[in-house]
């Protein structure tokens, strides 16, 4: 099967641009992670998504990201205005519906490696 | 916050040798899995074990859960090059569906 698909591989903006990320996550997979890497850090958790809805963006900083996700399938997160601690490592993740209680693991995309000058 | 701390932060050891990495968190867990991330790249599953397991296998891998002492351990058996990475434990408390990662702990095997 395919796996998770994240566009672009690399982006280099000035602080205070804007810019968007995508993802197209395994075919059937329900929920849908954004995860931020900091070099040197673990994944932290900004956004997840059941089918199209939102269950949890506790830590997404709200007044400069936004995420959707479209029908459910395809998502975007934007960074508006960026920041230069914005400079990471974006992955997005998918996985079944892990309220089936059946043990879901995370397929991961390559990420996309942002870097605010 | 992150959840779990992996020990030591840092590892090297010789090809053939063994290499195990330890996980505590703080919570009740529903799962607990290991990651692996080659430089650069994306995180790749690697074990998942649900609470009510104590050791699972996968090759040369092998996780332990201790759920009374909030800790696991990943065994990399006759390590090789190609395993020099970073490894992440991530848990999901009951009723989150969702994952929180360590801090990860980052292998170097020489050859």
């Known amino acids: 099967e395919a796996g998770v698909a994240q566009s672009p591989r690399y982006k280099i903006i000035e602080k205070r641009q804007s810019v968007a990320f995508w993802c197209n996550p395994i075919?059937?997979?329900?929920?849908l992670y954004w995860y931020q890497q900091i070099l040197g850090q673990g994944p932290k958790l900004l956004i997840q998504f059941q089918n199209n809805g939102v269950v949890d963006d506790s830590q997404l900083p709200k007044d400069r990201f936004s995420a959707e996700r479209l029908k459910g399938v395809d998502s975007t997160l934007k960074i508006q205005p960026a920041k230069l601690e914005d400079s990471a490592v974006y992955l997005c993740?998918?996985?079944?519906?892990?309220?089936?209680?059946?043990?879901?693991?995370?397929?991961f995309g390559s990420g996309t490696r942002l870097t605010v000058v | 916050s992150q959840q779990g701390e992996e020990d030591p932060q840092a590892l090297s050891i010789q090809e053939g040798e063994n290499a195990t990495m330890n996980c505590s968190y703080k919570?009740?867990?529903?799962?607990l899995q290991w990651y692996r991330q080659n430089s650069g790249r994306g995180l790749v599953h690697l074990i998942l074990?649900?609470?009510?397991?104590r050791e699972k296998h996968s090759g040369r891998l092998r996780v332990t859960l201790d759920t009374s002492k909030k800790s696991s351990s990943l065994l990399i058996t006759a390590s090789r090059a190609a395993d020099t990475a970073s490894y992440f434990c991530a848990t999901d408390a009951p009723g989150t569906y969702k994952y929180i990662f360590g801090t990860g702990t980052r292998l170097k095997v020489l050859a």
């Open positions: 074990i649900r609470s009510n397991e």
């Open positions: 993740a998918s996985s079944l519906d892990p309220r089936t209680g059946l043990g879901y693991g995370y397929t």
């Open positions: 075919s059937g997979h329900a929920t």
């Open positions: 919570t009740s867990i529903n799962n």
